[in-house]
């Protein structure tokens, strides 16, 4: 079975912790505590994200819902289940 792709979160955060890390290196401060937690969260964010990520993948947002209609936001608001649940069915 396949594992899912990362979040564009989760690839955000590894892309940053891995430039900051860099950054890091090209000044040689690499004896920092900072460094060192750096290091550690970029190793944490490398094991969610998966050794096998491709690099170009992720899980694209759901941002594509239909807005809820204006008539089942008043039958909510009245408790007419009914007409929630034939708008949901």
């Given at each position: 079975r396949a594992r899912i792709p990362p979040s564009k979160?989760?690839?955000?955060?590894?892309?940053?912790?891995?430039?900051?890390?860099?950054?890091?290196?090209?000044?040689?401060?690499?004896?920092?505590?900072?460094?060192?937690?750096?290091?550690?969260?970029?190793?944490?964010?490398?094991?969610?994200?998966?050794?096998?990520w491709d690099g170009v993948t992720v899980l694209e947002e759901e941002n594509d819902k239909p807005p809820m209609p204006d008539y089942i936001r008043r039958a909510i608001k009245k408790g007419d289940i009914g007409s929630v649940l034939r708008w949901i069915n």
């Open positions: 979160e989760m690839v955000n955060t590894l892309l940053m912790l891995r430039l900051r890390k860099k950054r890091l290196e090209d000044s040689n401060d690499t004896s920092s505590e900072h460094y060192h937690t750096i290091c550690y969260f970029l190793k944490e964010a490398e094991e969610q994200v998966g050794a096998d």
